[in-house]
Each structure stands twice: as C-alpha cells, then as structure tokens.
C-alpha cells in the first residue's frame, strides 16, 4: 500500500492567513492527489483533485501543487468556514489510501 | 441533483450480520465507481473498497478483504456493504462517496459525492 504522511497535525491560524498543508507519499503518485476538507459530523468534500485542479464551486482561496511524493494545499486567506480538518489521498493506485489528517484551529 | 442516500443508523451485537445500502440518484448510477470509506471515532478515513455497479468489478482494500463484503444493484441504483459477523471493532461511521474515474486515462480521481454516512454501533 501507498503510505501518505501530512504535516502538520494541526496548525493554528487567524482569519486571513496564508495556510500550507503537506502530504507525502511513499511512492511517486504522478498527479494523483486528492485534497478533502472534513467538519464536525459531516462527509469529507472533495476540494482538490489531480493535485491541482479545483473541484466544483470551491473557492479559488483554495490551491493545491505537487507531483511525484510531494504536495501541498494552500488556502490563501483564511476565512472562518475554512477551520476544518484536510486530508489527502493518492488515487494513483488501490487501496486508494488517505494521509491521517491536517486540523486547522482559530489561534 | 446528484446525490447519495445512506440507510440509517445501526446498533448490533458482535457475531450479528448486517448490510447497509447507498442509493443514488441524478446521475448514472451503473456507469460511476462507488467507494466505501470507514471512519472510526475521532479518526481519519479509511478506504475501504470501491465496486462498479454496472458489472460489479469490485477491488478491495487488503485490509479489508474477507472482513466486508461489496455488492450493487444497478436496476435500484443502490449499492450495499455487509458483514457476516460483526465485531466491536466495527463500531464507526460509513460513507459510501461516488469515486471518479477517466475510461480514457485510466485513472481514479477524487470522491465527489457523498453519502450522509451512517453510523454503526457493535456493542454486547
């Protein structure tokens, strides 16, 4: 299996911030990275998908980068519904498997 | 609109079976991957496997393999993940999400659509 390891576990953050998250596979994964944004007692959403490309109707503040074992997800200003928990995945090959998650608290 | 509609909570004992369902609606159902992801409390998801209802290819998780068993019906648009017997263990919330995939490029990409969850609870 692909192993993906974020960093860092969690941040704190004020509105407004320019956060980065990374996620690093274990194996070169070409493209094939998926970013998820996950609140309290709800489905993860799709943000990013194929490192860089924006899913549907997610705020351009939102941005992902990388190719190979590593990437990031960056939101450029925070805003107060970005204080979530992220979570990679490669898509590069099954078990398609998920990094153990980035918590982005108010500071 | 496309969406996924998960069955309700669940509360069983260890040893009992169980089959929960996703059905979907707006879009095609036979023609997109459906993914099962399991997540425990206060943890990360887990993906669990992923089956194609219009011919029920179905790939799993080595970690799941034998423990949970996929199935779909195309002519219901739902597909269903089951256990024979369950375990303590089990105890978590199930997605099902659609998971998107390029014929042309062979290539999985992201889960776009999500099921609600439903939660399972395996407790004496």
């Known amino acids: 299996d692909i192993q993906m390891t974020q960093s860092p576990s969690s941040l704190s953050a004020s509105v407004g911030d320019r956060v980065t998250i990374t996620c690093r596979a274990s194996?070169?994964?070409?493209?094939?990275l998926n970013w998820y944004q996950q609140k309290p007692g709800k489905a993860p959403k799709l943000l990013i998908y194929a490192a860089s490309s924006l899913h549907n109707e997610v705020p351009a503040r939102f941005s992902g980068s990388g190719s190979g074992t590593d990437f990031t997800l960056t939101i450029g200003g925070l805003q107060p519904e970005d204080f979530a928990i992220y979570y990679c995945?490669?898509?590069?090959?099954?078990?398609?498997?998920f990094g153990g998650g980035t918590q982005v608290e108010m500071k | 609109e496309v969406q996924l509609v998960q069955s309700g909570a669940e509360v069983k004992k260890p040893g009992e079976s169980l089959k929960i369902s996703c059905k979907g609606s707006?879009?095609?159902?036979?023609?997109?991957?459906i993914g099962w992801v399991r997540q425990m409390p206060g943890k990360g998801p887990e993906w669990m496997g992923i089956i194609f209802p219009g011919d029920s290819d179905t790939r799993y998780s080595p970690s799941f393999r034998g423990q949970v068993t996929l199935s779909a019906d195309k002519s219901i648009s739902t597909a269903y993940l089951q256990w024979s017997s369950l375990k303590a263990s089990d105890t978590a919330i199930y997605y099902c999400a659609r998971q998107r995939y390029s014929f042309h490029a062979q290539k999985f990409y992201g889960m776009d659509v999500w099921g609600q969850g439903t939660p399972v609870a395996v407790s004496s």
């Open positions: 995945q490669q898509s590069d090959s099954p078990p398609l498997t």
């Open positions: 707006g879009y095609s159902f036979s023609t997109y991957w």
């Open positions: 194996q070169t994964i070409s493209s094939q």
